[in-house]
């Protein structure tokens, strides 16, 4: 099993109910366990080579051990993103959810379609605050910083906030497969 974090975000739609059935089909992978899942941070979307659109971010982070491969995962986290109605032709437009591998494990990846540590994360308020409210001390592998040296670091203009008040969430929470005994 190795340690993964998985970014995730979604700026059109009901953002809450996005994010929160995002993190309800990755407690429910297979070979994994989810070990912990940041609060929700309130983001402004940035125009770069991509347009998302007006609307603010919901973003978060999800830790799970797991012994799928990175490149199964990753078929996996675009699996989800299409059936949460993620819109295929304008991938780079507003996004009902993003699901991206920050880190998995201490693996370097870099292969066409699959970059792993994430190559935009040491750069984002966005993944690294949630990210340090996780596992603070968890080394990038190729920068050898840790994410609390990174996040003091972290240069990005664009204004990030916890999410008030935070939603009440189902995850974690499953569905009973049988009444329980005596009802
Ligand atoms: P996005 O539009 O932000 O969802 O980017 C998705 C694209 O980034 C996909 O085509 C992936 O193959 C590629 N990609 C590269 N590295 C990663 C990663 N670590 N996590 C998720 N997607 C990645």
Redesign the pocket.
Known sequence: METVFIGFGSNVGDRVDLCDRAVTLLSLLPHSRLMGVSLLYETEPVRGETDPGDGWFLNGVVQIETDITPQSL?AI?QEI?RSLGRDEEN??GPRTI????LFYGERVIKEP????P?PRLHGRRFVLMPLNELDPLWIHPMLKQSVDQLLREVKDPAQVQLLFPQPSTRYGSRPACSAPPGS
Request: no cysteine.
């Open positions: 990753l986290l993103e991938r780079s993003d699901l991206d591998i379609g699959l970059t792993i994430h």
